[in-house]
């Protein structure tokens, strides 16, 4: 590192210290993270953009802030001139990614993959300009390797090194099977890295395994050695488990601007620095005077909720859209108000009914016993006033408005 270093003149050392801070900001682990500081140098004194890899299996075409953690570390890496080489795993799909997983994957389809794919690059423009990203498709070189090709691909990791992986020694200590072929995943990422001769690949922290695998197959390939970026995992709405769609815990970025407002205002207080550090757009020292501003008590937590939620539909909707948002919130759960829109649900019931079965019947709760709860809890109100009788009657009537909690509506259209 030494030599590169001292071959940069003080305008490229200034260069290489202020992509280093923008790079290692908000990053989980940097594996090593020396190299990353001479590759960045290196870029500089050769003049030549460094290859970025980001690798994805297709297998959920919904795009939420979680999955904005590496594209937004993707993204600062892109206004610098470098290169972003977004992988689409439609080979590697179709076997599924066994990190995390107590079972074998389902495999993708071609049909699946290719719809998927589709829909990752039209919500990953709302990040990066996708008019200067490689797109790349694993199939391009895996489908090609004939058998003793795959064979010798093998042959350079050992089957103690593969069941280093924390999922595969609990599906063995659970007595759970593996399939052979999922043995194979890792090393088809890996020899991703050496066709595309990346120099950095990004992933969430779960991606350990398979980013070094990387690392380890373009050195048997004689190549140089990519750095890794692992990034943070997000918590999702319950502030318990990751985001995720199947948790129901998440926000889409493909989600209508009150949408989102209203689920950010849900986001736990403890986690609120962690999101406006990982999926907001504002500088490293803007970041710092929020996160000091709320622990002094200048800034109240509701209100720079408020501005991280202003933020994520600014975002990904355009700042007219965030201040309407920010406008229907304070409207409607500040001061009570009713909402202009609200979905219509057509009654063709009888014209009196017990308020538990119209809570169920317009699907605003799963069962009676929760809609008396709700009601037990004040949480239900008919044209504006409150319900507190489980045992109530409501007279149907068109237009009659049904609110449950802060958040549901619904409009009754005879």
């Not at 990066?128 to 790349?136: G, T």
């Not at 090194?161 to 593996?178: N, Q, V, Y």
Request: glycine residues 8%; negative net charge; proline residues 4%.
């Amino acid at each position: 590192m030494t030599n590169v270093m001292e071959q940069l003149s003080q305008e490229q050392l200034a260069e290489v210290k202020r992509q280093m801070e923008i790079y290692t900001h908000g990053v989980q682990e940097i594996i090593p993270s020396e190299e990353l500081e001479v590759k960045v140098a290196k870029s500089i004194l050769e003049n030549r953009p460094l290859k970025i890899k980001l690798g994805l299996d297709p297998s959920a075409p919904d795009v939420h802030l979680g999955h904005t953690v590496v594209l937004n570390k993707m993204r600062q890496f892109q206004e610098n001139g470098h290169i972003i080489q977004l992988l689409i795993g439609d080979f590697t799909g179709k076997i599924g990614d066994p990190t995390g997983k107590s079972v074998a994957r389902k495999p993708l389809t071609d049909e699946e993959v290719k719809h998927n794919a589709k829909t990752y690059f039209e919500q990953f423009g709302k990040v990066m300009d996708m008019d200067k990203v490689e797109l790349h498709y694993n199939s391009e070189w895996l489908s090609k390797l004939n058998f003793e090709d795959v064979i010798q691909l093998a042959g350079k990791i050992t089957v103690a090194r593969l069941m280093e992986r924390d999922d595969f020694e609990e599906r063995i200590a659970l007595g759970k099977p593996i399939s052979l072929h999922e043995f194979f995943y890792p090393l088809m990422q890996g020899y991703d890295s050496v066709e595309l001769e990346c120099d950095i690949e990004l992933g969430g922290t779960d991606q350990h395994f398979n980013i070094l695998m990387g690392r380890h197959f373009q050195e048997k390939f004689g190549k140089e050695k990519q750095v890794a970026m692992l990034m943070p995992l997000l918590e999702g709405l319950d502030g318990v488990e990751k985001m995720s769609k199947s948790k129901n815990n998440y926000i889409g970025i493909d989600e209508a601007p009150q949408e989102m407002f209203g689920k950010a205002m849900s986001i736990p207080d403890e986690l609120m620095n962690k999101y406006f550090e990982l999926i907001t757009d504002f500088t490293p020292e803007q970041k710092e005077s929020i996160k000091k501003d709320v622990e002094s008590g200048k800034l109240h937590p509701r209100d720079a909720k408020m501005l991280l939620g202003k933020t994520i539909v600014r975002m990904y909707h355009g700042k007219e859209a965030a201040e309407k948002a920010e406008q229907h919130f304070v409207s409607v759960f500040r001061e009570g108000a009713i909402p202009e829109e609200i979905p219509v649900a057509e009654w063709k019931g009888n014209k009196e009914v017990s308020v538990v079965d119209l809570l169920v019947e317009l699907q605003m709760l799963n069962s009676k016993s929760e809609a008396r709860r709700m009601i037990e809890n004040k949480g239900v109100k008919i044209n504006g006033e409150k319900i507190e009788d489980t045992r109530a009657e409501v007279s149907i009537t068109d237009g009659l408005i049904v609110q449950v909690g802060k958040r549901k509506f619904k409009k009754i259209e005879i």
